[in-house]
């Protein structure tokens, strides 16, 4: 198994549209429809890398708004739509950052230094004078 961001995003862009395929099939509701998508952008952010996980939100975002809150994928930036979309996001770059393996697990996943502080620390403390 590929732990590939690149693959993993497209396979997160086939199991939202089959999510929304399936709620049009048992005829969801759209509550019930939003919360299937919010579902899937979770676990598809699973240790994602945080740019693939804002495109697996936005996607979810899109595909809600454009199929499900409007018809033929239109796509509008109402205050509600905004709202949903910050969510989703937020969901997923959450998720993403929350599941990320603390050492580098994964191949292709950073390590829990992504920001290099741990390495910023160190250099402090050998400055500082043993005492």
Same mark, same amino acid.
Do not use: C, I, K
């Given at each position: ?7 993993r995003s497209a396979a997160a ?26 579902? !899937? #952008?979770? +676990?598809?952010?699973? $240790? &994602?890398? *945080?740019? /693939?996980?804002? !495109? #697996?939100? +936005?996607?979810?975002? $899109? &595909?809600? *708004?454009? /199929? ?7 796509l509008t930036f109402t ?53």
């Open positions: 198994m590929s732990f590939d961001p690149g693959l862009s086939a199991a939202l549209v089959a999510a929304l395929l399936l709620a049009a099939a048992v005829r969801l509701g759209p509550f019930a429809t939003e919360l299937l998508v919010a579902t !899937g #952008v979770a +676990a598809s952010s699973v $240790a &994602l890398t *945080t740019p /693939f996980s804002v !495109g #697996v939100g +936005a996607l979810g975002w $899109a &595909l809600y *708004t454009g /199929f499900v809150e409007h018809r033929y994928g239109e205050a509600a739509d905004l709202l949903r979309l910050t969510v989703l996001v937020t969901l997923a770059v959450t998720v993403a950052w929350g599941s990320r393996p603390t050492m580098t697990g994964f191949p292709g996943e950073p390590s829990s230094d992504v920001l290099g502080l741990n390495r910023a620390l160190d250099a402090v403390r050998e400055r500082q004078p043993r005492r």
